[in-house]
């Protein structure tokens, strides 16, 4: 049976939109909004059935159970220093990177609630396939965070600080890096007065094959190969560069060193 | 309207699979298929309606027009100086890194076509939507090429060696580097005994918005942010592999030089 929660949000950045609309939508309701530019929380509220924008850190006569924290990772700390909250609420913050003793004062329980994805204000997520990562400091308010997402999502799991960091690790190879191995290839691809699209059923073939059979076994080029003789005329099509000539020798070479591996 | 053309194909691999069928398919017609390895060539006509595998080079007296080498990189050179061809053929290669130039010998009419995609004998590949990239030596070629290559795709181009050659390099970065990046991020979650599934959501929206705003608007993370805290973390978590470390370091660096740019 679901179990309905009071929330308030303190942020109002894409996580804090996102979520609070997900979270409104799996039943829950949301009191309190607040953000360090007030206008941004209203703008919010309006997205709300019922929330107010509120414009001070002072939640103690709130309604709210739960406080969801979605705010830059380097705030974390300073935002919560100031926080008051009702006596046995539960905050957490939503960060992949800031462990859960960041939330250190006055709070009685304190976790992490970390929805593993990217948001932007244009594109609709489906939170239902959103893996939530949960981590508490006691072994109740890990059991009502669990129940709250459970309620968004069906991939919840729970991953200690720790982890989480080697999670944001492995994201960071997966997502930022790949993006920036993109980029790199549509700035020489300009170079050649060729187009990015050209590119792109290949590379649409490339992450789905990837996500198929795993990247292990996805691999290919001439790196893979062995083909020295390719790999030498990129590093000399390259010499333009030395920061691209320096980033297609240390991966070329690590995939080689780890070529049937 | 369309004209239909006679063709054979030397080579028996993924490539030469996916084409010579895409080509029947557009209602040409291929005739002969050799491949160093006989059986092979074999297997690939009982996919074909009327093709005959033949165990040697010599083409002099095939009704074929247009012969097409689907072989790989380093045996093009050599297969290529073995072929006896019926006067007035026109034969290619189909690499993305080889120069036209590789194809030397007695022929009269060379040139490249290059289909811009990853073949695998299980997907199936809409070659409607893949990029054919052709280059001759003359214009009446080059026209043939051009029209046997749009019966097949709706993106053909006419591409230079030494600009296919930046292509190439282009795809290496977004394709290869790109699943090597994803490889290395599945063996961090491997360590932490976590799932690469984790990750899949993330990595299909990052990649659709890469593809969608491109991906110097879609960069995001740490190093992005200039959060020199968050790299020193991680640089410090991968000091258990060198290597790991100088990936880490050169791509974070050569991301934060180029933000904004």
Chains 1, 2 share one sequence.
């Not at 679901?2 to 949000?9: P, R, W």
């Not at 894409?14 to 799996?26: D, F, G």
């Amino acid at each position: 049976m679901s179990k309905y929660f009071n929330i308030s949000i303190i942020g109002s950045g894409n996580v804090a939109w996102h979520l609070s609309r997900a979270l409104e939508n799996a039943g829950h309701t949301i009191h309190e909004v607040f953000s360090r530019k007030h206008s941004n929380a209203k703008k919010l509220t309006r997205k709300l059935y019922s929330a107010t924008a509120q414009g001070h850190m002072d939640f103690s006569k709130s309604k709210a159970e739960i406080f969801i924290m979605a705010v830059p990772d380097n705030a974390i700390e300073k935002i919560a220093s100031k926080i008051k909250l009702p006596p046995d609420a539960i905050i957490v913050h939503t960060s992949g990177s800031i462990p859960i003793n960041m939330l250190k004062g006055s709070f009685s329980n304190t976790g992490v609630f970390y929805p593993l994805q990217t948001f932007s204000k244009l594109s609709e997520i489906n939170f239902g396939e959103v893996p939530i990562l949960i981590e508490a400091k006691d072994k109740k308010t890990e059991n009502r965070l669990s129940q709250l997402a459970k309620s968004l999502s069906k991939a919840v799991h729970r991953v200690n600080s720790e982890d989480r960091k080697g999670l944001h690790i492995a994201a960071v190879f997966a997502c930022n890096f790949t993006n920036h191995m993109m980029a790199i290839s549509g700035w020489l691809l300009n170079k050649q007065k060729l187009d990015f699209n050209l590119l792109k059923p290949l590379i649409i073939e490339t992450i789905n094959k990837s996500l198929d059979i795993g990247p292990d076994n996805a691999q290919t080029g001439p790196a893979l190969r062995g083909d020295l003789q390719t790999l030498d005329h990129h590093m000399d099509y390259l010499k333009f560069d030395k920061s691209l000539q320096e980033i297609y020798r240390v991966i070329s070479q690590h995939i080689i060193d780890h070529s049937g591996s």
